[in-house]
């Protein structure tokens, strides 16, 4: 696994942040914006030019998101420890998300898609949600099947389960499966049009919720095989995944949360488990009025008794396309560690559902963890994880 | 094996409801812009508020899933998504210089407008996603259509793919020379001896299952390459062409993306090469104009071939004797980074 967000550029420096109950989120600082040194977000506090530099990237055409996958590609690759001929061989995927893409590049794309300038040269081939995953493969020379989705704010749930389903299917080996999304003035602009950013701090799950706050990363995890495993030891087993369309709303979702429910179902299913056999949840929680009430319906609908849930966006903001990969390798350490980290920022409980987030960290005796991600369209994703 | 049972397409020649493809309908100003329908299935008050993109991959889908049974999962491939409504809000957000913003085009804009609006329109709560990897976006969504089929076999699945033409993604693929300067007609893209190729947009939506009873084709096999290199696709197909075909088996027809660009001809000409000089050639961007899920229509136009077993004068390249039509290798290559084979059979 490879992770960089607002709480550390690698897995361990993340997994000792959420042990210590740290918040990754402050004012906005890094690029410039009207919302520069108001806005509260999870931003990763290494520039641009500095990322460049730490990775000895030098084409032109790269943008932020390229290097923020490609930092916690590099990690993930090194961690996994696969062969450059593993790597080039055609049963190699890679199978990544993003939202965002290059249009981190807001202005640039302004000029270029308006026709005003000569072209930002550099980035006319960069702006698309492919471009990240063509510059990745291009620099490992990944041989088998590439994907890119984007189902917004599910995102890379999905590419997990899409990865997932061609090693099952026999369509590749070995899937390197993940998401990437950098801030960008045109997300900033577009949920503060929605009116969903909060002024403060985001408190997931609190009853007096003020929205979300955006934040950025990326994480990869490598899937492998159960039989090329031999005497490897690996972090965690994906074993059940769903993936169901809410049909209520274009951006929110609907009242007794029927896609998050149908999607955690289906996960359940695939995994073969009952809810009760559920030991904790990484929730989508953003801490918008809308999201955590009816998610939290869901979770009542699904389980009947709650297990331990907590939102990771409370220290680190809403990755967006890469949620669901960041917050899968938050849950993989859950397993790994027997541990379950502190949901930050809550007071008190949504009077309707009564529901309470762990709010310190504690061992726990877990064997099945799940993650849930939700977006736009009412695409809900849901991923089950169990112990190695 | 992946069944087609039903499709309909939006694209800039008459494929939609009565399909008519002998006449060819002519470019203007570089681009080939699709020819819509009045849409009676999407209620007025929602068809305003649709972008382009949304409207007609919602307008292509609607028609496959009035009588069938409600689909176990909605599929679609989209570089693009919803360019027009992006570049809207990207506009606002530099001309109103990120003050109070109307949100209609942000929602609008995400790429999974498509997929999900059609799952809203027609209460669809099953398996819904949006794959967007450029000029491999159809093709990995269908690549998830034959494992979801193989999963679930008798259930129906919509698999689609849409891009647009908007005046946005045309101005920078233009300039980063996608796009012929010089103005071109779509009647003479294959005689132009120049870089670029032109612009083109479209829809193509298919109802599939693993049925064979009451199919129109079938898919027997996908692959797909990154590569520049012309030696590694050539190789590749080779490897295709060994893994699903019989010694003795040929195929009938080789369906190519060739868009009038001289840069990419020496993949074209590279694949044409391995087959012998009596399997007949077609081409199809000359309908189609080229954008990243052009192969969408390449696929809609294999089916309704086999299925008519009828091919337009227009699309010939190299002489097709009268034989019956049964195999079409389609290979498609995008700006020369991305290729794809199928192998499409008569059901």
Known sequence: MGVISALGDNLSANRNALVNGECGITTLGLFPSAYSGKLPCGEIKISTESLKEKLKVDEPAVTRTDLLGLYALNEAIRDSGLRTEQLEANDTALVGATTVGGMCLTDELYHDANKDSEGSAAFLSSYDCGSVNLFLQKRYKIGGVINTINTACSSSANAIMYGARLIRHGLARRAIVGGVDSLAKFTINGFNALHILSPGVCTPFDKGRKGLNLGEGAAFLVLEKEEDIHNRHPYAELTGYGNANDAFHPSSISEQGDGPYLAMKEALQTAGLDPGEIGCINAHGTGTENNDETESRAMLRVFGSVPDFVSTKSNIGHTLGAAGAVEAVYTVFNLKHQEIYSSLHFKEPIESTGLKPVTAYKKIKVNHAMSNSFGFGGNCSSLIFSKA | ?347
Not at chain 2, 2 to 15: D, G, K, N, V
Request: hydrophobic share 40%.
């Open chain 2, 1 to 347: 094996m992946l069944y087609i049972h039903q499709t309909s397409a939006i694209s800039p020649q008459q494929s939609f409801s009565n399909a008519a493809i002998d006449i060819l309908h002519a470019s203007v100003g570089n681009k080939l812009h699709v020819i819509e329908p009045d849409y009676p299935g999407i209620p007025p008050g929602l068809l305003r508020r649709m972008g382009k993109a949304v409207r007609i991959g919602v307008g292509a889908a609607l028609p496959l899933l009035k009588h069938a049974a409600s689909p176990e999962g909605i599929i679609v491939g989209t570089a693009n998504g919803g360019m027009e409504d992006c570049i809207k809000f990207l506009n606002q957000i530099i001309e109103y210089e990120e003050g109070l913003l109307a949100p209609g085009n942000f929602v609008q804009s995400t790429a999974n407008a498509i997929a999900s609006t059609i799952g809203l329109l027609t209460a669809n709560k099953k398996y819904n996603i949006t794959h967007v990897h450029r000029g491999l976006a159809f093709e990995n969504a269908l690549m998830d259509a034959i494992m979801m089929s193989k999963e679930n076999p008798e259930a129906n699945y919509l698999l689609g793919a849409v891009d647009e033409i908007s005046d946005y993604n045309y101005n920078i693929d233009w300039l980063d020379g996608w796009y012929k300067k010089e103005p071109v007609s779509n009647q003479d893209l294959y005689q132009t001896n120049s870089p670029a190729s032109i612009a083109g947009e479209g829809s193509a939506m298919f109802l599939v299952n693993g049925i064979s009873s009451g199919a129109i084709v079938s898919i027997q096999d996908i692959s797909t390459i990154h590569s520049d290199d012309e030696k590694i696709v050539v190789s590749r197909l080779k490897d295709f062409v060994k893994k699903n075909l019989e010694t003795d088996e040929k195929i009938d027809l080789l369906m190519t993306g060739e868009n009038g660009d001289n840069r990419l001809l020496k993949y074209y000409t590279a694949c044409e090469n391995i087959f012998n000089d009596k399997t007949a050639i077609v081409r199809f961007k000359h309908m189609s104009g080229e954008f990243p899920t052009a192969s969408a229509i390449g696929f809609w136009l294999a089916s309704h071939i086999l299925q008519s077993q009828h091919l337009p004068g227009h699309m010939i390249k190299r002489k097709f004797s009268d034989k019956k039509l049964r195999k079409i290798l389609l290979y498609n290559s995008y700006k020369g980074q991305q290729h794809s084979f199928m192998l499409i059979s008569k059901a």
